[in-house]
């Protein structure tokens, strides 16, 4: 695994598995809605209870009915219906007093059916933006390793979101949406978080500020040239960051309802740490997401652990006003800060690659498909899916940097063809805090090839440099090390491979043409895209406006358990 930059030389295991990056699990997290344990508050409130509660509150838009019907079979009665509406104001405005921001209207509410949830979201997977958005990058993903070959996606989603569905808010009606085969108990800790969300909204409202639009800054179709590769990377880690933002700010509601009575508040608990938040929880209830892809779950939680981390850290240094109403005045631009909070409040720089303009080498045979940023949460996902937690954690310390760009060939002229990972060319360049840990990454990469392609070999490479380069079913694969920079290539020729290669290191190294160097000056908004997770950011931008997680509240109330939350 990487050791710590700061002690020996890193290295890395060979790890078992193909390496696997990270980016296009930005939309994904729209949807997910949580599935809250029976008795979540209870445990929390030191009640025993049959099972642990959920975790994680993404919002979602909800379906067109002003009204819905009456289930057939519903599982709370009429007075539990009512008792569940009357909670509404109670825990709204505790969250209100919880968090600073103020109640300027009464919020609508709403019970539906099962069916009504499960035609909202086949519904709303046709129509939405980010869903199309997620299957264009799933060959992405597949190309990095990140999803299986194939992957059957959207069926895959809407298993899991059938599984996770426990509620919701929706910011277009301001009503928050309740449902009948979850008794009262089970959905108030719902209601506490996603109650969040509508002051959120109303006190954005009042700052003339669209929620929807503020979180939601992406813009839509494919980058076409150099100006807007690098708004598609800014755009992502701003919406990265204003995600996790958000949902952190719900959990600490959450979390806060849950310890009322008990003379304690997260802002006086020890400090949460990534390994607090984590356990084996949930798995028993969520079989669908735990079969998902390890990027998958790591990008749903990213939102909901590292926000809540990151927002702890801000109510212990800043108080309420700081970590909620100030955050949302000037919040964080990148993941990096999110992962990093003491540097976010000290404005601490971030690790920056620049991108240069690739479309002259590539655009006549190769048209653009997707760009990003493989940021220290991909590298993190892409170490654990290949060695374990310990190698994840040390990669992302010793990372530094990383842009990757694909392309599709322009002789893919059929829907087949344009389906499979053969029609896509990809080129990544990532930076190490050491030249030994740019040769750890650069030698994993290499082992983990034989298991993505059957019948790869290693061809005679007549070019300077210790570059690697293979043959495989899908064309050249590349890998080469410099210094403290590995740059590796899919598909693309050779000779257009050593091209990019080229460019991308001349302009980490100040050797761009005049006209490159013209783009990138003042680039502020590229500048602030250092550290950013650009790869998973579609999928992780679809979980986060759907509703509550329960893939995140079970690992919360493990560490409870733990005696990490507050003891017996």
């Known amino acids: 695994m990487f050791s710590s930059p700061r002690t020996t030389p890193p290295l890395l295991h060979p790890l078992q598995h193909v390496w696997r990056p990270a980016r296009v699990l930005r939309p994904l997290i729209v949807l997910l809605i949580v599935t809250l344990g029976p008795a979540s508050g209870d445990l929390l409130r030191g009640q025993s209870s049959p099972q642990a509660a959920p975790q994680g509150v993404p919002q979602v838009k909800s379906p067109p009915h002003d009204e819905a019907p009456s289930s057939p079979k519903p599982r709370i ?86 599984e996770q569905v426990a509620g919701f808010y929706d910011s277009k009606t301001r009503t928050v949406n309740l449902l009948d085969w979850l008794d009262a108990d089970t959905q108030k800790p719902v209601l506490a978080h996603e109650l969040t969300h509508a002051l959120q909204d109303q006190y954005q409202a009042s700052r003339h500020i669209d929620l929807d639009k503020w979180e939601n800054t992406s813009p839509d179709g494919t980058a076409q040239n150099i100006d807007q590769d690098r708004e598609h990377i800014r755009t992502d880690e701003t919406d990265s960051a204003r995600e996790a933002v958000l949902e952190g ?28 938040l984590d356990a084996a929880a949930g798995a028993d209830d969520s079989p669908v997401l735990a079969s ?10 990213f939102p909901y652990q590292e926000g809540l981390v ?18 949302l005045q000037r919040p964080p631009s990148t993941s990096w800060q999110i992962l990093h909070p003491a540097g976010f409040e000290h404005g ?28 220290a949460l991909d590298v993190r996902i892409l170490a654990e899916q290949l060695g374990d937690k310990g190698a994840g954690a040390d990669a992302a310390l010793a990372w530094d940097g990383g842009v990757y760009y694909a392309a599709q060939s322009r002789s893919a ?18 930076r190490w805090k050491t030249a030994a840990a740019a040769a750890a990454f650069a030698r994993v990469y290499r082992d983990s ?39 590796v290539s899919h598909t693309l020729p050779v000779n257009a491979a050593e091209a990019v290669e080229a460019r991308m290191l001349a302009a980490q190294t100040g050797a761009q043409t005049s006209a490159e160097a013209q783009r990138s000056e003042g680039d502020a908004a590229w500048a602030q895209a250092g550290h950013a997770t650009g790869l998973t950011a579609p999928l992780r931008a679809f979980f986060a406006q759907q509703g509550m997680l329960s893939a995140g509240m079970p690992r919360v109330y493990c560490a409870r358990r733990r005696g990490l939350l507050h003891p017996e």
Do not use: C, N
Request: avoid cysteine.
């Open 77 to 162: 009665s009429a007075a539990q219906a009512r008792e569940l509406f009357r909670s509404v104001d109670t825990i709204l405005a505790f969250d209100a007093r919880d968090t600073g921001f103020p109640v300027r209207q009464s919020v609508k509410r709403r019970l539906l059916t099962r069916d009504q949830v499960v035609a909202y979201l086949k519904q709303k997977m046709d129509e939405d933006k980010d869903t199309a958005r997620i299957e264009r990058s799933a060959i992405t993903l597949e190309k990095f390793g990140l999803l299986p070959q194939h992957f059957s996606l959207r069926p895959f989603l809407l298993k899991l979101l059938g």
């Open 413 to 430: 002229t059929t829907a087949a063809a344009r389906d499979s990972t053969a029609s896509i060319a990809m080129v990544y360049l990532s």
């Open 249 to 276: 700010q719900a959990m600490v509601a959450y979390l806060d309802w849950g310890l009322e009575g008990k003379g304690q508040t997260l802002r006086t608990l020890p400090d949460f740490s990534l390994s607090s």
């Open 310 to 327: 990151f927002e702890q850290r801000l109510l212990k240094d800043r108080g309420t006003a700081g970590a909620f109403a100030e955050v």
């Open 449 to 487: 090839l034989p298991k993505r392609y059957p019948g790869l070999r290693q061809e005679p490479h007549a070019a300077e440099g210790p570059a690697a380069v293979y043959a495989t079913v899908e064309g050249p694969v590349i890998v080469d090390q410099r210094d403290r920079y590995v740059f």
């Open 292 to 301: 998902a892809p390890l990027v998958m779950r790591q990008s749903l939680l």
């Open 348 to 375: 601490d720089p971030m690790p920056l690659l620049q991108m240069p303009d690739l479309h002259p080498l590539l655009d006549q045979d190769w048209a653009p498909y997707d760009v990003g940023v493989m940021g």
